[in-house]
T-cell receptor, first 111, second 111 residues
Framework: DADVTQTPRNRITKTGKRIMLECSQTKGHDRMYWYRQDPGLGLRLIYYSFDVKDINKGEISDGYSVSRQAQAKFSLSLESAIPNQTALYFC??????????FGPGTRLLVL | RKEVEQDPGPFNVPEGATVAFNCTYSNSASQSFFWYRQDCRKEPKLLMSVYSSGNEDGRFTAQLNRASQYISLLIRDSKLSDSATYLCVVNSPGSARQLTFGSGTQLTVLP
């Protein structure tokens, strides 16, 4: 079984809809991250969390929110989706070594 | 100026060739450096960390030049399976300990 899982793997939604992307990990790591990847722009950090009570904004947090429900779960919400949020979204975890382990990604299309 | 800059490529090389990728970073206080590999439509995975004295892992050699803020990755005896996008990754100093990802260099190894 994969150490970092993401659901859904693919999602098509309409402008203005609320959508939640979920991430779960079995690695026992405290640190979790949400990134988006766009062609030519690389991975950009949306939010990160170093433990259950810790939430921090990343480079591009506007239009997104997160919830760290447990050490193993970190969800990303788009409160009102817009077309420029169409992207590939990755969840990642790390321990103190800084090495990050990524989930398989969620492809989101906002129409 | 981007925090981490890479030549996007694509690099198309024949099997058995030696190929080198370069990366520059803007924050002189960065302390940790990595190369990640990303296959098409898949998640990034750690290829190797980059140490100050340079390091080698089989056919892969990574070098760091702090004075020039420059990181390199050398792949010897290229295999078809090396075809992927290679991401240069640098940490952001301070308590946040975030990683900044370059946009990647695409490599295709041709038979």
């Amino acid at each position: 079984d994969a150490d970092v899982t993401q659901t859904p793997r693919n999602r098509i939604t309409k402008t203005g809809k609320r959508i939640m992307l979920e991430c779960s990990q079995t690695k026992g790591h405290d640190r979790m991250y949400w990134y988006r990847q766009d062609p030519g722009l690389g991975l950009r950090l949306i939010y990160y969390s170093f433990d259950v009570k810790d939430i921090n904004k990343g480079e591009i947090s506007d239009g997104y929110s997160v919830s760290r429900q447990a050490q193993a779960k970190f969800s990303l919400s788009l409160e009102s989706a817009i077309p420029n949020q169409t992207a590939l979204y990755f969840c990642a975890t790390s321990d103190v070594s800084e090495t990050q382990y990524f989930g398989p990604g969620t492809r989101l299309l906002v129409l | 100026r981007k925090e981490v800059e890479q030549d996007p490529g694509p690099f198309n090389v024949p099997e058995g060739a030696t190929v080198a990728f370069n990366c520059t970073y803007s924050n002189s206080a960065s302390q940790s450096f990595f190369w990640y590999r990303q296959d098409c439509r898949k998640e990034p995975k750690l290829l190797m960390s980059v140490y100050s004295s340079g390091n080698e892992d089989g056919r892969f050699t990574a070098q760091l030049n702090r004075a020039s803020q420059y990181i390199s990755l050398l792949i010897r005896d290229s295999k078809l399976s090396d075809s992927a996008t290679y991401l240069c990754v640098v940490n952001s100093p301070g308590s946040a300990r975030q990683l900044t990802f370059g946009s990647g260099t695409q490599l295709t190894v041709l038979p």
